[in-house]
Nanobody
Framework: QVQLVESGGGLVPPGGSLRLSCAAS????????MAWYRQTPGKQRELVAR???????DYADSVKGRFTISRDKYGKLAYLQMNSLRPEDTAVYYC?????????WGQGTQVTVSS
């Protein structure tokens, strides 16, 4: 079984920074893609950033230049550095890992951007 645990969420004022962490355990593949999604009430979960085993990354247009995703080479740790945070970044952030037909999600961590 694979488990993902996110941490690092919290309350931060506009313009502030947070670093989210995702720790994966269990029967993992080193060829896993790791990604961060976010969701607000009444809206669909949306992709924030994704990083392939090669290190190639994708970002939502709304976070480009502000957020940076990174990972370890074993596919067990992923990070999301969030800078210049805005109120519209407020959401529950979820970590996901996937390879082949398998995908696993964490339980989410709340990020609130407010003064």
């Amino acid at each position: 079984q694979v488990q993902l645990v996110e941490s690092g969420g919290g309350l931060v004022p506009p313009g502030g920074s947070l670093r989210l962490s995702c720790a994966a355990s269990g029967r993992l593949s080193t060829l896993n893609t790791m990604a961060w999604y976010r969701q607000t009430p009444g809206k669909q979960r949306e992709l924030v950033a994704r990083i392939a085993p090669s290190g190639d990354t994708d970002y939502a247009d709304s976070v480009k230049g502000r957020f940076t995703i990174s990972r370890d080479k074993y596919g067990k740790l992923a990070y999301l550095q969030m800078n210049s945070l805005r109120p519209e970044d407020t959401a529950v952030y979820y970590c996901k890992t996937a390879w082949g037909l398998a995908e696993y999600w964490g339980q989410g961590t709340q990020v609130t951007v407010s003064s």
